[in-house]
């Protein structure tokens, strides 16, 4: 099979165009070829050396978590998936080596659900990450309806779907982001409201009385003004800076959980969730998603397209 893999820790310039083994099915996993692959800061973050501290890593390194595709083979008791069916998720597994950036991935059942009908291969593919990040950090907080919640980088990958999960839940929305972005933000439900300094003076110009829940996907001090702005310290969350936990909050480091993802693609199907592809790349050209999500002025997701590569090569 063709992927895009690493032979060292590096950046962009180490991706290459491979031909490599088709993956091994364990037993309660199933054997995904891939349509689309989402692209995530993290993925460039581990190819650079910068979670040796977490996780095993062994060369050559496919990476990549997100993937939307079809399962082609099922491996033994894992019959919650058939041939055919159309699937998406969330493949983080123990170590680093065999991630989505590939025609095929395995992927244990725990981690799939089934694709959202009304999402595109590339749409499908943006969600599994951010997605599972954005919700089971507002759960963590206990969102609800009538809550007020504050959401850091909105108009983010994270944020984004973060915005529209909890809107679809009932709760008021203010979000954070660059005037550029505040339509977007609109359009997704919430209230925007500029970064920066002043920026808890401008929360409570639509909030006098704080927000009941905040979540971090930008660090930067989101923490810090968000216990300003909290009526209840402990619905705090952040993906980004660790305090968050010493402060009373808590530190959200996302999971495959095939729930959850059922969840997302409810949501998706009922037309409460919208998946904003910025841009998508075709496999090959990975080093460029990279180069993109490195510059942190992307809006919404970047996705590589892995459906036609046998054609293409």
């Known amino acids: 099979m ?139 907080v206990g969102v609800r309806g009538g809550d007020t919640v504050l959401v850091h980088a909105a108009a983010g990958g994270v944020g984004s779907l973060c915005t529209q999960i909890a809107v679809a839940l009932g709760a008021r929305v203010i979000g954070t982001a660059g005037p550029r972005n505040h339509d977007f933000l609109r359009s997704l439900g919430a209230e925007p409201v500029a970064y920066g300094e002043g920026l808890a003076d401008r929360v409570r110009e639509l909030a006098p009385e704080g927000v009941d829940a905040a979540l971090d996907f930008v660090g930067e001090g989101a923490v810090e003004v968000s216990r300003e702005l909290l009526t209840s310290p402990e619905r705090l969350a952040s993906i ?46 990975a080093a460029e998603a990279w180069n993109l999500s490195r510059s942190g002025r992307t809006r919404g997701k970047l996705v590589l397209s892995v459906d036609g590569m046998e054609d293409a090569n």
């Open 2 to 140: 063709k992927a895009m893999a690493l032979q060292q820790y590096g950046g962009p310039e180490q991706l290459a165009l491979v031909e490599l083994p088709e993956p091994k099915v364990a037993p309660g996993e199933v054997l995904v070829r891939v349509k689309a692959a989402g692209v995530n800061p993290v993925d460039w973050k581990i190819a650079e050396g910068l979670l040796d501290g977490l996780m095993e890593a062994h060369f050559p390194m496919i990476p990549g978590w997100d993937v939307a595709g079809v399962v082609e083979r099922v491996g033994l008791d894992a019959g919650e998936f058939s041939v055919g069916d159309e699937v998406y998720g969330y493949v983080r597994k123990d170590e680093v080596q065999h991630g989505a950036y590939a025609q095929l991935v395995s992927a244990n059942v725990r981690m799939l659900a089934r694709k959202p009908a009304a999402l595109s291969w590339e749409e499908a593919a943006g969600v599994p990450l951010a997605g599972l990040t954005a919700y089971q950090s507002l759960k963590r």
């Open 240 to 285: 980004v800076d660790a305090d968050a936990l010493a402060k009373g909050g808590h530190y959200v480091w996302v999971r495959p959980d095939s729930a959850d993802l059922a969840a997302l693609a409810a949501f998706a199907d009922e037309g409460r969730l919208a998946v904003h592809v910025e841009r998508v790349l075709p496999l090959d050209q």
